[in-house]
């Protein structure tokens, strides 16, 4: 037999305001879903590395693909998504696209990302 839980016990908390501050942080669902289509587009190693390139530059597909190592065709595959997630944006120069980081919200996102990536890579100073 299970045990049961009396109405009342789920309804107390342990530490009632670390529950109310909690409750406040919540996303809205159309914040996590936002959210969760970022992360979900920067769980690919490529897509990461064009994140990567893109900070400081705003770079064609082809000059993407010779940094990545990669075809223009898959390089350009992942610039849709990335397009799509509104973490890049597109920039037409004549017969050329360059592309840059949004500058947004996911922007202000990937800085922090970005941050906290660059403490993981080991120091070059002696």
Same mark, same amino acid.
């Given at each position: 037999?299970?045990?049961?839980?009396? =109405?009342?016990?789920?309804?107390?908390?342990?530490?009632?305001?670390?529950?109310? $501050?909690?409750?406040?942080?919540? !996303? *809205?669902?159309?914040?996590?879903?936002?959210?969760?289509?970022?992360?979900?587009? !920067?769980?690919?190693?490529?897509? !990461?590395?064009?994140? &990567?390139?893109?900070?400081?530059? +705003? !770079?064609?597909? *082809?000059?993407?693909?010779?940094?990545? @190592?990669?075809?223009?065709? $898959?390089?350009? +595959?992942?610039?849709?998504?990335?397009?799509? $997630?509104?973490?890049? +944006? =597109? *920039?037409?120069? @004549?017969?050329?696209? &360059?592309?840059?980081?949004? $500058?947004?919200?996911?922007?202000?996102?990937?800085?922090?990302?970005?941050?906290?990536?660059?403490?993981?890579? =080991? *120091?070059?100073?002696?």
């Amino acid at each position: 037999m299970e045990p049961t839980t009396a =109405p009342e016990a789920i309804d107390q908390a342990i530490d009632p305001a670390a529950v109310a $501050a909690a409750e406040r942080t919540k !996303l *809205s669902p159309l914040s996590e879903r936002r959210m969760r289509r970022l992360l979900d587009v !920067l769980c690919d190693a490529t897509r !990461l590395k064009i994140v &990567r390139a893109l900070r400081d530059n +705003q !770079l064609a597909a *082809s000059d993407l693909a010779r940094i990545l @190592g990669r075809s223009r065709s $898959a390089t350009s +595959q992942h610039l849709r998504v990335l397009r799509e $997630a509104e973490v890049v +944006q =597109p *920039s037409r120069n @004549g017969n050329v696209v &360059r592309y840059r980081l949004a $500058a947004d919200l996911n922007a202000e996102i990937l800085r922090d990302i970005d941050a906290a990536f660059d403490k993981l890579e =080991p *120091s070059t100073a002696n």
